[in-house]
């Protein structure tokens, strides 16, 4: 079992910035993938981005293609998400997940282990 803990979100203008980070409670960080999702209200998640074990691959949903980021520090046990060009549509709650093994993964059915996850709000 892999304990998540996202940073606190907050709100943002429309076309600022926000850092996101998940720090993960595991002996073995490098060998899980990581995601990020977000949630709407009364919707399942989506994911946003994700990264491979040795964060050498990473995916991205064609809505924050261009201005999301997502990169890893193993060394921390740490996944973060950059996000630039907010517009009032990120708006959500997001979480990050982890699923054993090194390859990309964009699924969400295939994460088990989930943060608590952490509300960004853009204004408009």
């Known amino acids: 079992q892999v304990q998540l803990v996202e940073s606190e979100g907050g709100l943002v203008q429309a076309g600022g910035s926000l850092r996101l980070s998940c720090a993960a409670s595991?002996?073995?960080?490098?060998?899980?993938?990581m995601g990020w999702f977000r949630r709407a209200p009364g919707k399942d998640p989506d994911v946003v981005a994700a990264?491979?074990?040795?964060?050498?691959?990473?995916y991205y949903a064609d809505s924050v293609k261009g201005r999301f980021t997502t990169s890893r520090d193993n060394a921390k046990n740490t996944v973060y998400l950059q996000m630039n060009s907010l517009k009032p549509d990120d708006t959500a709650v997001y979480l990050c997940?982890?699923?054993?093994?090194?390859?990309?993964?964009?699924?969400?059915?295939?994460?088990?282990?989930w943060g608590p996850g952490t509300q960004v709000t853009v204004s408009s």
């Open positions: 595991v002996h073995t960080f490098s060998r899980y993938a």
């Open positions: 997940a982890a699923r054993q093994g090194l390859g990309l993964v964009t699924i969400t059915a295939l994460y088990n282990n």
């Open positions: 990264i491979s074990g040795s964060g050498g691959s990473t």
